[in-house]
């Protein structure tokens, strides 16, 4: 199954499938038609963007990313692990990606089934499983009633009823926290 998915997702295509965190709706991140297909599945607010999943930090690099020597040593600490970060993406190109906000979220997850696949894959994006507004799928059946035929494969057997990634910014040598999750961070801990 596993091939068939990287194939799939390798030629364009979507679906749903567990991530570190909660079932996402996944899809290339370097395929503007695929992104596109999933802010349509999603009935996404255009201008909110899409954390990006990467199998390691080397693929900041294909976006453009230079990561200072602060952030470097952030993104040892969290990564590989639930929390996306906001990172400076400043490349028109990406504007499908961005939105206009010249900054984009990755995540280098733990699980090493899933880094496996973006080995393969490539970066993806990965919005949790459900339109806009409902609740996460928790499980194959929930999604497949999002979702139905309009997605090109479903994986998982679990329920998984995780929290979404923690979220933050690193701007000017601090670290600012947009969203709760997954991961508690101490940002008294955290010092440049």
């Not at 679906?15 to 802010?39: C, E, N, W």
Request: glycine share 8%; aromatic share 8%.
């Amino acid at each position: 199954m596993e091939s068939e998915i990287v194939k799939i997702l390798k030629n364009g295509g979507v679906g749903i499938m567990p991530t570190d965190t909660i079932y996402g709706l996944v899809g290339s991140a370097t395929s503007r038609k695929t992104v596109f297909r999933i802010y349509k599945l999603r009935k996404r607010n255009p201008q909110k963007p899409f954390i990006v999943l990467i199998s390691s930090l080397k693929d900041l690099k294909l976006f453009g990313i230079k990561v200072d020597e602060f952030s470097r040593k952030l993104l040892s600490r969290f990564w590989p692990g639930a929390v996306s970060v906001i990172l400076p993406c400043v490349r028109k190109k990406f504007f499908y990606l961005h939105r206009g906000k010249k900054t984009l979220a990755f995540r280098l997850p733990e699980n090493r089934i899933l880094r496996n696949l973006l080995k393969q894959t490539g970066p993806l994006i990965a919005p949790s499983a459900n339109p806009e507004g409902l609740g996460p799928a928790q499980n194959i059946e929930r999604a497949k009633k999002y979702f139905g035929d309009g997605v090109d494969f479903y994986a998982g057997t679990k329920e998984l009823k995780g929290l979404p990634s923690t979220l933050i910014e690193i701007k000017n040598g601090k670290v600012i926290i947009i969203r709760k999750g997954e991961v508690k961070i101490d940002i008294k801990k955290i010092v440049k």
